[in-house]
């Protein structure tokens, strides 16, 4: 999770590490239990299983759940943790499968370059959720000049973010967010 939240900041340039949690908790765990699932199945032999709630998706490895909140691991329960009794909201988890089930916000088609630019760093062809977040975008940017424009992009940052060193070195993160990333909004 680390890796993600540090290559995530370098890739969007976010001066905050904060900051760059709370962007990736916004719409984005899904995803981001995703692709750090595939590293852990694909590079390590790992068996993550991925869970949900009304709020929020993560992965468990182990019986201990991880996320980019709790990159280390979640020492309560991750209902607690997010307090869902406190605001009410729904406190049934799901087990979901690698890909659905959770589903995931496709923001943009930088976000689209974020998530093959990660999987490239580790060796890993692209996965279904990423084609499929290819899918979303172009079809809301109909105009072939636009998409023109944001491919060459995409090629330049690829280029460019594909020499960033993987952040293989334990390192905790001081993360200062709240669990409650979305009642922020």
């Known amino acids: 999770m ?29 995803t981001v239990a995703h692709l750090a699932g595939q590293v852990l ?15 929020h998706a ?17 020492s309560e329960s991750v209902v607690s943790a997010w307090r869902l009794d406190e605001l009410g909201w729904n406190q049934s988890i799901m087990e979901i499968d690698d890909y659905g089930g959770g589903g995931f916000v496709p923001n943009s088609y930088a976000h689209h370059g974020f998530y093959k630019a990660f999987l490239r760093r580790w060796g890993l062809p692209d996965t279904e959720i990423v084609e ?10 109909r105009s072939e ?36 990333t979305h009642t922020h909004y």
């Open 58 to 74: 993560w992965l468990e490895v182990d019986g201990v759940a991880y996320d980019t909140l709790f990159p280390q691991g979640y």
């Open 145 to 180: 000049s636009v998409r023109k424009r944001m491919k060459r992009w995409y090629k330049r940052k690829s280029r460019k973010m594909s020499r960033v060193p993987l952040f293989l070195k334990e390192r905790h993160l001081n993360v200062g967010a709240l669990p409650y």
């Open 41 to 55: 199945q694909k590079v390590y032999g790992m068996e993550p299983k991925f869970y949900s709630h009304c709020l």
């Open 2 to 30: 680390n890796d993600i939240v540090l290559f995530y900041q370098r890739y969007f340039n976010i001066p905050s590490l904060d900051k760059a949690v709370i962007r990736l908790n916004t719409g984005q765990c899904y």
């Open 132 to 141: 499929d977040s290819q899918k979303l975008v172009w079809f809301h940017v």
